[in-house]
Structure formats: structure tokens, C-alpha cells
């Protein structure tokens, strides 16, 4: 699989999940943008690793959960390079409370950010991918159709998401535009270990069958498929990468 | 209005307490503000100064007082350029 030459989008790629996407798709030839909102330092990090593998990375900031940053992010990419091929809508945010602890400020902060970015941002993609084809790829959650403490709105944003997912794939399938989604288990990254200290997750290595927590790697990889054309006819489905969490019931039985 | 004051100002809009309970000692705890509208008052305080305050440096803020003095320390700099 090679992107040489593709241009990519990573939204919050300064860490975790998103930092593994722009590496491997870097590795794999692309030219990233590496989009940041609190963490420069990290940013400029994942910009020289993209470096370091021999293509191009450009750091911006833009909290996407603002639309006129949105607008900001994708006039520097129109202004700078006049194309786009990958949007990897990545960044996401989020408040762990219980259902009664939830205001209007938290429901829109968690939305903004996690489900109406992507409507946003694909829809300023879509005019820099015209004519050229393109892939859009989202980072979904276990917890958009399975209840976790604590989660109720980041779940319901990233099952917000994964339903966008399905209506753009269909929209834009005319176009030669490629929509898809992944959703993964508990990852290791520094947010997991946030999601600890506020209870919100326990340790997951139990309870995955394939014996070892999802890793930011193992979403990466099945994000650069799908950023392939082998994965031309996958439109509009969200992968699950869990080790097999979903699926497996040992940790119902007890082992 | 200095620095403070309109930090203040910020953080009471954001928290929704009064800002007379406010002081260079507060903590974020002591105010209410959790750790949305911490960030909240990060990108508020941001666009107000046109200046950028990384985490990696707002996590350092131990009370107010820490976050008035960083963004004190920061305006001047940016006049200067």
C-alpha cells in the first residue's frame, strides 16, 4: 500500500491515536497535517517523526470544535497546498459524568468536537478532494453502542458520529469519496490513563480475548487500509478493533 | 482593566460564581471550575490576549494567581514583537 504524494489531514494527531495515524501514514508516503488544540509541544513532535520518515508535515492549531477554526484549518490547507486526499477526523474531547451531571455546556462541548467536526470538516474536504477521489476515516468508540459509566456523552457523540459516518459514505460515494469509521476499545494513551484516574474505565486486559489491551497502532493500521484502494468497496461501516472485547464473553464466565 | 481583573471577569462568566470571591490564591477547585471550564478559560483568556497558553504549562497553574502571572508574563512579550 503507498500514498506517496497524498496529502492527509489528522485531526488531533499531536498524541495517542492520532500521533499513530499520521506516523503510519506517513510511513506509507503522505504528507501530513498535523492538527493540534492544547498540545503544541506533542504536535511539533509527531511534525518531526513525519519528518524524520522522509515527507512533509505542517502543524496548525484549531480546536475543531469551533467552526470558524474549522474554517481557518482548511483555508491554510487550500492556501498552502490547493488539494487534500485523507481526512482523518480523529480529535475528540470529552466530559465523564453521570447522566444527571450533565449540562447543555458539556452536551455541546462533547458534540462539537466529536460529531460535528466531522460534519464540518468533510464538508470543507470534500471541495479540496474534487476530482481527485478521497478518503475520510473518523475515530469511533465501543462506547456508541455499548453502555460504559460515566460515558453517556461521549457514547452517544461518537454513535452521532458513526451514523454521519454512513449518511456522508452515501453522499459522497458519487464522488469518488470513500467514508468509514473505526472504533476501538480502550486504548493505551495518555487520555486512557485520564480515564482511570476518573474511573471511568478499568484496567481492559482481562476482559480482551486476543490477552493485550488495544495499542494506538493497532487503530492506525486499520485506518491505513482504509485509507487504501483495496478498501475501495468498504463504504460507510465502522471497524471494530477490540481484541475481540465486543464479541467475547469470558469475562462474563469468570476467566 | 488589568490582566487580573479580566481574567477574573472570564473565569466568573465561565463558573458563574462571583468574582469577588476570586483571589490570587483561589484554586480552581475553590471556584467551581471543573475541568472544562478550565479550558474554557484557557481558549477565553487566549483570544482576549492573542496569546497561546500550552497544557503543558497550564497544568503548572497551582491557583489563580500562577495563571494571572503566567499570562502577565506573556502579554508584554507578545506587545514587544
Known amino acids: 500500500m503507498?500514498?506517496?504524494g497524498k496529502l492527509a489531514?489528522?485531526?488531533g494527531s499531536g498524541r495517542g491515536i492520532g500521533r499513530a495515524i499520521a506516523l503510519k501514514l506517513a510511513s506509507q508516503g503522505a504528507?501530513?497535517?498535523v492538527d493540534f488544540f492544547r498540545h503544541r509541544e506533542s504536535a511539533e513532535q509527531t511534525a518531526r517523526d513525519v519528518e524524520a520518515l522522509g515527507v512533509k508535515a505542517e502543524v496548525i492549531r484549531a480546536n475543531v470544535g469551533d467552526p470558524a477554526k474549522i474554517d481557518e484549518l482548511f483555508?491554510?490547507?487550500g492556501n498552502k497546498f490547493g488539494r487534500l486526499d485523507i481526512l482523518i477526523n480523529n480529535a475528540?474531547?470529552?466530559v465523564g459524568r453521570p447522566l444527571a451531571d450533565i449540562d447543555v455546556k458539556a452536551w455541546e462541548w462533547t458534540m462539537n468536537i466529536?460529531?460535528?467536526a466531522l460534519l464540518l470538516c468533510a464538508q470543507r474536504a470534500t471541495k479540496l478532494m474534487e476530482g481527485r477521489g478521497g478518503k475520510i476515516v473518523s475515530i469511533s468508540s465501543l462506547g456508541s453502542r455499548f453502555v460504559l459509566p460515566n460515558y453517556t456523552v461521549v457514547g452517544v457523540s461518537k454513535a452521532a458520529l458513526e451514523a454521519l459516518t454512513r449518511y456522508l459514505a452515501i453522499e459522497l460515494a458519487p464522488r469518488g469519496i470513500c467514508v468509514n469509521a473505526v472504533a476501538a476499545s480502550a486504548v493505551e494513551t495518555e487520555a486512557l490513563k485520564f480515564y482511570f484516574k476518573e474511573g471511568l474505565v478499568k484496567d481492559s486486559r482481562q476482559a480482551t480475548p486476543a490477552g493485550r489491551m488495544v495499542i494506538p497502532e493497532d487503530v492506525a493500521n486499520v485506518v491505513a487500509f482504509l485509507c487504501s484502494e483495496e478498501a475501495?468497496?468498504?463504504?460507510?461501516q465502522t471497524i471494530i478493533v477490540d481484541g475481540g472485547t465486543s464479541v467475547g464473553i469470558l469475562a462474563l464466565a469468570g476467566k | 482593566m488589568n490582566v487580573e481583573e479580566q481574567i477574573k471577569d472570564i473565569l466568573a462568566r465561565i463558573t458563574r460564581v462571583?468574582?469577588?470571591i476570586i483571589s490570587r490564591q483561589s484554586t480552581f477547585k475553590d471556584i467551581k471550575a471543573d475541568s472544562l471550564d478550565v479550558v474554557q478559560a484557557l481558549v477565553a483568556v487566549e483570544e482576549t490576549f492573542g496569546i497561546e497558553i500550552p497544557d503543558e504549562e497550564a497544568q503548572k497553574f497551582q491557583n489563580f494567581g500562577d495563571f494571572v502571572s503566567y499570562v502577565e508574563s506573556r502579554v508584554p512579550q507578545k506587545e514587544k514583537v
Do not use: H, Y
Open chain 1, 75 to 77: 483555508d491554510m490547507i
Open chain 2, 18 to 20: 462571583d468574582k469577588s
Open chain 1, 2 to 4: 503507498s500514498l506517496e
Open chain 1, 9 to 11: 489531514l489528522v485531526t
Open chain 1, 31 to 33: 504528507d501530513i497535517v
Open chain 1, 114 to 116: 466529536n460529531a460535528r
Open chain 1, 92 to 94: 475528540a474531547s470529552g
Open chain 1, 232 to 236: 475501495f468497496m468498504i463504504r460507510g
